[in-house]
């Protein structure tokens, strides 16, 4: 009977909720305070989108306070340089825009920098108080705009634009921003009250870096910077998890990735608090999920105006801006090697004109400086090659004794002996190979990193030498002759089984570098040719090998029974 009750009164409770959610239709809220005049906002000049929903959110729920400076209207204000486009939005007091004029997209347009997702993700130059409502009303509220360039001008000098806001409630903001006619410099300053008593603000630069394209390079994605104690450090998304805030007196700090990089230039005793973004591609669109990095930098002390570099990581202009910006490049552990590299491949460009070629003339130079190491290392591998019968004659004999046998310890007292015999040294061969290593690292590093190939085209199908070949002609290239390579190279010592091994490399290798970049791929091609050339050379000048044999152990001793004659010779001579 229990149980039949409780089942009952199961059945009216779902029949309730079935009735409640067929039949009754909600009852509509009431709209918002204000909602009106945020669609209406939404909308700017130029019919471009409100920046980000959230910073737009709490104005909808209608102001508090009447603004006794501001605007009516929210509008963009585009300064152009000779060297960036910016836009900037009056909600706010804001960047929208930074785009790069002679730096391209895959889409041939100016290279834009600024992340502007739809969402909750905030807009460069956003400010942060210790007072929640007062961010509210700086991030949202229609500044007036002083020092706006007339539309459609190229600014031919400084240019200086004051917004400011102040309104009943006591709030009062004003945020300065100053372009240099021909730079990627951007100063900021901020200055913030509220019933007159000065705030502290952060300062706050959402996801970054804006350049959709660069991931379909293969390049670096984006990176946490920081350069503090003489020194560039770079942070992983996992090593912001373990510890977002950083503080200390820094000489910049940001975020960067291969080809760009937003920073603050000396921001002196700071907290910079870093913070992992994923960005959602576009509806219908076949791109990734972005993993940006967003930043926010507090100084201790002090309310200077400071100064952001927003652009490109080409290391003339980087070292032009700041003594310490260079090192923003990761050249690597052979930086004191790469940017010798870097200034001989932009001479040989400048005679050249095209970065392809450039790089495939630097390669024969270096090629050339080189040779004569390589041809040390064929001719020490060649004699080596002359002694393994011997060498292996030697290993035999002492085959059957165990390591820690001391009369092992003769063979290599033999060996040595020999090598000493014929004048040979056994690590001649290695020593001219491991200091070319240095050199190919250090063209590796050049060539991943350079800003000057992104976009670069050489000739044919090759339009841009910072991507990968899209009809992966010189991967396969690559492969091939450094399988022919292989083949030629005299083996020293190499048992059969480290032979087929070392033959089989140059396949592993060919699907590693795949999707390495043209240009890099073009000095491996250049380089392997140039060997195989020198190896043909080399070959030509030193003759054959020289083989030869030994006779086994066992017939050497039995041609010494008897005086040094066998059994049958000395029946024949009785």
Known sequence: ??????????????????????????VPKPAAAGGAGQTAGAVVAGGNAAPDVAATAPAAAGPTSAAVIGDTVERDIRVETADVIAVFTNRGARLRSWQLKHFLDPAKRPQELVENPPGTHPLPFTLRTPDEPVNSTLNTALYSVAGAPAAGTTASGATTLTFEYSDTAGVHAVKEFRLAASSYVLTFHAAVTKDDKPLAAAILWGPGLGDRGELTRGAQPAEALLFEDR????????????????????NYAGVDDNYFLSVALAPGASKVTFEPVSIAPPPNSKEATRALIAYTIERQQGSAPLAFFIGPKDLEVLKATHPDLGSAIN???????????????????????NWGWSIVILTMIISGLLSPLQHKQVVSMRKMQELQPQIKAIQDRYSKLKATDPAKQKMNTEMMALYREKKVNPASGCVPMLLTFPVLFAMWALLQTSIELR????????????TFDPYYVLPVLMTATSYWQTRMTPAAGADPA???????????????????????????????????GQQYLTNYLIGPPVVRTVRPA??????????????????EEE
């Open 1 to 26: 009977m229990e149980r039949r009750v409780l089942v009952a009164i199961f059945l009216c409770f779902l029949v309730l909720y079935a009735w409640q959610a067929i039949f009754v239709k909600p």
């Open 231 to 250: 020194s560039a450090r770079r942070l992983s998304a996992s090593d912001i998890g373990k510890q977002p805030v950083r503080e200390g007196t820094f």
């Open 331 to 353: 050249f690597g552990r052979f930086a004191v090697i790469v940017v010798p590299l870097l200034g001989s491949l932009k001479w040989v460009h400048s005679y050249v004109g």
């Open 455 to 466: 976009g670069a085209p050489w000739f044919g199908w090759i339009h841009d030498l910072s």
């Open 498 to 532: 480290q032979q087929k091994m070392m033959a089989f490399m140059p396949l592993v290798m060919g699907f590693i570098f795949i999707r390495l970049p043209s240009g890099a791929l073009i000095y491996y091609v250049v380089s392997n040719v140039w060997r195989i």
């Open 554 to 571: 066992a017939e050497r001793r039995v041609k010494r029974v008897g005086g040094g004659k066998t059994d049958a010779a000395r029946r």
